[in-house]
């Protein structure tokens, strides 16, 4: 994930910045600073939910963290976190839908997957626009296993999606 990338590049960062070579003279290394203990680090994961996932052996370079990057990280982690659950929901209740207005009450009800499909769309404006216009449509809408959704339009429907298709069971 993107935090994890970060994470990995700010330790990789804080040990070349500490390394200084045999062969090559890097002049004087910096010194970093450890704004808070690894007990202080886990209290702010804690406001967060996170104290079970932010784990010294793979968040230790937490502790080199100021305060206001420390928060901005685990707000960033909670808000990934809280999205992939959604989506994971999303992808369970599926199954659920098999009309477009289906989708629609499915979307609106999580409200991480809701902010995602505007955004896809370009705003809020443009997002109702394309909601008045899949409406429109006929949909035929199949369901795969795990749970994404194949919207199809009947002219285009041959009998060869694969899944379960959902719009003839309502």
């Known amino acids: 994930m993107k935090?994890?990338?970060?994470?990995?590049?700010?330790?990789g960062i804080a040990l070349v910045a500490?390394?200084?070579s045999g062969k090559e003279n890097l002049g004087p290394t910096q010194n970093l600073t450890k704004y808070h203990t690894w007990e202080e680090v886990q209290n702010a994961a804690r406001q967060y939910g996170l104290e079970s996932v932010i784990l010294e052996k793979n968040n230790s370079g937490l502790m080199y963290l100021p305060d206001s990057a420390l928060h901005?990280?685990?707000q960033q982690e909670k808000k990934a976190r809280?999205?992939?659950a959604e989506?994971?929901?999303?992808?369970?209740?599926?199954?659920?839908?098999h009309s477009f207005d289906?989708?629609?009450?499915l979307l609106n009800s999580?409200?991480?997957m809701k902010s995602s499909e505007v955004e896809s769309q370009g705003g809020e404006a443009a997002f109702q626009q394309w909601v008045e216009e899949q409406r429109k449509i006929n949909w035929h809408i199949y369901r795969t296993d795990d749970g994404a959704l194949t919207w199809v339009r009947p002219e285009d429907d041959h009998g060869t999606e694969q899944g379960e298709r959902?719009?003839?069971n309502k």
């Open 18 to 20: 500490c390394h200084q």
């Open 102 to 105: 289906d989708y629609l009450l």
């Open 110 to 112: 999580l409200p991480y």
């Open 166 to 168: 959902l719009d003839r």
């Open 72 to 74: 901005a990280f685990l």
């Open 3 to 11: 935090i994890s990338f970060i994470l990995f590049a700010l330790t």
């Open 87 to 97: 989506v994971d929901l999303f992808l369970q209740r599926t199954k659920e839908v």
């Open 82 to 84: 809280d999205g992939k």
